[in-house]
């Protein structure tokens, strides 16, 4: 069993800059892959970032590829999201999530065992 703490989120203007943190309780974190995943109202659960367990395999949604940059220490249990170059676009509720495979990065939400409750990004313009 894994829990999940989202925290970082917040408003920030267009252009700015958050960075994402999720805590993991248990002693398992180095033994997912993990992920995040976004929602905004009106609209399905989306990919954003995966990285493998080691950190060595990461993939990103083409919407945020080349702004986000996915990253963990596993010596924290903490996987982190640092988001620059924010538009209005990326404003959702932010999820991450732990994935049944360790050594594979998944994009679709079903291959995720474990969710934290989400943090609000909310970027004006």
């Known amino acids: 069993q894994v829990q999940l703490v989202e925290s970082g989120g917040g408003l920030v203007q267009a252009g700015g800059s958050l960075r994402l943190s999720c805590a993991a309780s248990?002693?398992?974190?180095?033994?997912?892959?993990m992920g995040w995943f976004r929602q905004a109202p009106g609209k399905e659960r989306e990919f954003v970032a995966a990285?493998?367990?080691?950190?060595?395999?990461?993939d990103y949604s083409s919407s945020v590829k080349g702004r986000f940059t996915i990253s963990r220490d596993n010596t924290k249990n903490t996987v982190y999201l640092q988001m620059n170059s924010l538009n209005p676009e990326d404003t959702a509720v932010y999820y991450c999530?732990?994935?049944?495979?360790?050594?594979?990065?998944?994009?679709?939400?079903?291959?995720?065992?474990?969710w934290g409750q989400g943090t609000q990004v909310t970027v004006s313009s």
């Open positions: 990285i493998n367990w080691i950190g060595g395999n990461a």
């Open positions: 248990g002693r398992t974190f180095s033994s997912h892959a």
């Open positions: 999530a732990a994935s049944r495979s360790r050594y594979y990065v998944h994009n679709r939400p079903d291959e995720y065992d474990y």
